[in-house]
């Protein structure tokens, strides 16, 4: 499935190797909520999964991004197909998720690509460059984890992902994730860095290191 050039800059994350340095932990967002999701019954199932947070995890912190964040609350319902007992489950593991270092990095390069969406648009794309991948670089915890804080911190953001490049030796550790990361796996697209340049920028917002 190739997605074609948006008349805007196509939102994007790029990763190419884990980081070492600190990036302080900003605030989850929701953006781009469709405008025909406040009707009456969507907001009665908001007040429905609020008052379920307050009784059965009454511990769990309020203001934004907390148990009684109304917007928060609509996008999870909107991605568990408004099931409020769903929305309630995964809303109390995003918000209880312990926020690692990896986790910031992440979390700050989603943020980054969210912030950059045109009005309408709620889906990004994830850009593995894997053309300096070896065997002493593999780090399977962290892709699933990766796709863990997708699941759990922004559900249904994720529009596509590429592998860029990627390996003779990338195969057995892709064999072996795609069981745990489930229904994300069919998001994932093998292709080359002519086919990024191609197929998902312009010359003009192609990242710097898929230039020719």
């Known amino acids: 499935m190739a997605l074609r050039l948006p008349p805007t800059p196509f939102p994007h994350f790029s990763v190419k190797r884990r980081s070492s340095s600190f990036l302080p ?3 989850f967002s929701v953006q781009n909520l469709s405008s025909g999701s406040n009707t009456d019954n969507s907001l009665k199932l908001v007040t429905k999964v609020k008052e379920k947070l307050e009784k059965d995890h009454f511990s769990l912190p309020t203001g934004k991004n907390g148990r009684d964040d109304e917007e928060l609350i609509l996008w999870f319902l909107k991605d568990r197909r408004f099931s409020v007992e769903e929305a309630v489950s995964k809303l109390t593991k ?6 690692s ?13 969210l912030s950059r969406l045109p009005d309408g648009k709620e889906e990004i794309l994830g850009v593995f460059d894997l053309r300096e991948f070896g065997v002493k670089n593999a780090d399977l915890k962290f892709l699933t984890f990766l796709f863990d804080v997708l699941y759990y ?5 994720l529009g596509q992902v590429l592998f860029v490049d990627a390996p003779f030796v990338f195969q057995p550790i892709w064999q072996l994730a795609k069981p745990l990361i489930k229904s994300y796996a069919s998001l994932v697209k093998f292709c080359s860095v002519e086919d990024v340049r191609k197929e998902y920028f312009t010359e ?3 990242p710097a290191s898929f230039r020719r």
């Open 204 to 206: 003009s917002t192609v």
């Open 101 to 113: 270092e990896d986790e910031r990095l992440c979390v700050f390069l989603l943020e980054k690509a």
């Open 25 to 27: 932990f900003p605030k």
């Open 94 to 99: 995003a918000i209880m998720l312990d926020r």
């Open 153 to 157: 911190y922004y559900p249904k953001r």
